[in-house]
Every structure is written in C-alpha cells, then in structure tokens.
C-alpha cells in the first residue's frame, strides 16, 4: 500500500525507527516457539499457545522501549517537554507515565489532570488513558481531567477521538468541545470555552453551574487535607464564579455565603461542609 508522497518524511523516520530498535526489541518481546500438537487431548494446550503468541505478536506489533513515570504534590505543577516537540503541563496531585512505542505516543493518566499540546506525526498517533476514557489525537491541543466519579475531555485545537471502557462507540471532539465520560459511557458533547476549562495552568479555576460535588473534587486536588461533604442532599448544588486555586481556603470560606451550607474544620484539618441550620 502506497502512502501519499508529502508523508514520505515521516515513513522513512518509521522505517529508521523500526530497524534501530528491532533487534533489541526482538530480545525483550521473543515469539514463543509453535509445537505441533501430539494428539487430540493436547488441543486445548495448543490454543492456549496459540493465543500467547498472538499476544506476543500484538506486543511485538507496538511494543514500549522507553517509559518515564511523573508526579505532581499537592500546589506544583509539572511541565514535561517531549522528544518530538508535544508538551505536557501535569496539574497539581495529578500522577502520570508516559511511554514510547514503536508506532504510538502514550500517556497513561493515572489521576488528575493535564493540559496536552501534541506535535502533529501522522503515523505515530498520540494516546491518552484516563481510565474510562480513551484519546487518539494526531496533533492537537487538549485537556483532560480524570475526578474520581468521570472523565472530562476537552478541545482548544485540532480534533481528538474519545472512546468510553463500557463501550466500542467513538465520541470526535473539535475545538470548543467538551465530552464528559461516566463510568466509561460517554455523554452529550457540549460547546464550552476551551480558555475556562485550561485556566488552572493560570492558577485561576472556573465555575459555571458547576456541582458542588465536583467542585470540591476539583479543590481537593489544591487542599492538602480532606474536604468531606457530610451531607449527599448538597452534592447537586450550583456553584459559579473564577476563584485562585492558590487560596482554596479562601473559596471554602465564602461557600456560606452563596450557598445553604456551613464549613467547619476538623482537629485534624480536615474541612467538613454540612446542610446549614436553617435557626442560624
């Protein structure tokens, strides 16, 4: 199969990158070697070889040479610059590993969020694990955020596949754009503003309607001790407004004031939000 001359540059860099690593990856991934099965009992041992190697061969087919594994505590950020030229800004407690295979670029975000600005290469796409989320991107810009309760994938530039753990169906997702995946099922996608949802590299978290559960997700990723909303009737509420996530307890403390709850701090620290006294 021919390929179209303009992306010449890139197959040949493939084809340099495949002959490098081919025999050290040869080593690292071996085939196992076939033997013929003996008798009519031995089938089922056959098959089972059978689908090893095809799993080695799966392996073999895009294996990983080079990995680096990357964290962030609590109020740090973490800029990452690829070999290729794609950047990665990691958001603070956020944890993930990056990989190289032979024919893909690979993320495995493990918790939080990041901000990804992937430089463009047509045969080796850039993939992005969030757990029940799924990206393929070619080059792009984009954010995605992994709560404990969903996914939410979002894009400044470019295009991006988004595929669901629970599901085989394929969400393509333009500039503007925001899919949220719960539970691995994708959701309606949605225009939002694509400045808002990356704003948290600029120390600035917005809100819009936002649910009070899944904003206090979001300020625990900046609050070094717990906040436990004690009260699931609260988790529902509407929050607005652009706050500092350099001063969450600033915002903790203003929650009173827009909304029917109280916050109190624990002996330990911790930041607990109840329904408020209606006496009070």
């Known amino acids: 199969m021919s ?14 990158a495949i002959a490098r690593f081919r025999e050290a990856l040869k080593q690292r991934f071996p085939l196992p070697v076939p033997t013929p ?16 190697a095809m799993a080695a061969g799966a392996a073999w087919v895009d294996p ?16 990452l610059q690829l070999a290729d030229g794609s950047t990665i800004l990691l958001d603070s407690d956020s944890e993930m590993t990056v990989s190289w295979h032979l024919r893909t670029r690979q993320v495995t975000l493990k918790r939080g ?57 394929v969400a393509l997702l333009g500039p503007g754009q925001q899919l949220r995946m719960r539970k691995g099922v994708p959701g309606q996608v949605t225009q939002v503003s694509a400045d808002d949802v990356s704003a948290w590299k600029d120390s600035r978290l917005v809100f819009e309607s936002t649910p009070l559960a899944e904003v206090i997700g979001t300020l625990q990723r900046y609050h070094r001790q717990p906040i436990t909303l004690m009260d699931a009737s609260l988790a529902r509420l509407p929050v607005s407004g652009v706050f500092d996530s350099d001063h969450v307890d600033r915002l903790l403390a203003l929650l009173p004031g827009i909304l029917p709850v109280s916050v109190a701090s624990a002996a330990d620290g911790a930041v607990l939000i109840k329904s408020r006294d209606p006496k009070k």
């Open 3 to 16: 390929r179209p001359p303009g992306d010449a540059k890139d197959f040949s860099q493939e084809d340099e």
């Open 113 to 169: 969020q990041a901000l990804f600005d992937v430089a463009p290469m047509v045969y080796r796409p850039f993939l992005v694990d969030a757990g029940s989320a799924a990206v393929r991107v070619v080059g792009t810009h984009f954010n995605v955020n992994r709560l404990e309760q969903e996914v939410q994938v979002t894009v400044a530039e470019g295009k991006v596949a988004v595929r669901g753990a629970a599901t085989d169906a």
């Open 64 to 79: 990983a040479y080079q990995s680096q594994h990357v964290a962030s505590q609590v109020g740090q950020r973490q800029a």
């Open 37 to 52: 099965a003996k008798n009519k009992r031995s089938t089922a041992k056959t098959l089972g070889l059978l689908l090893l």
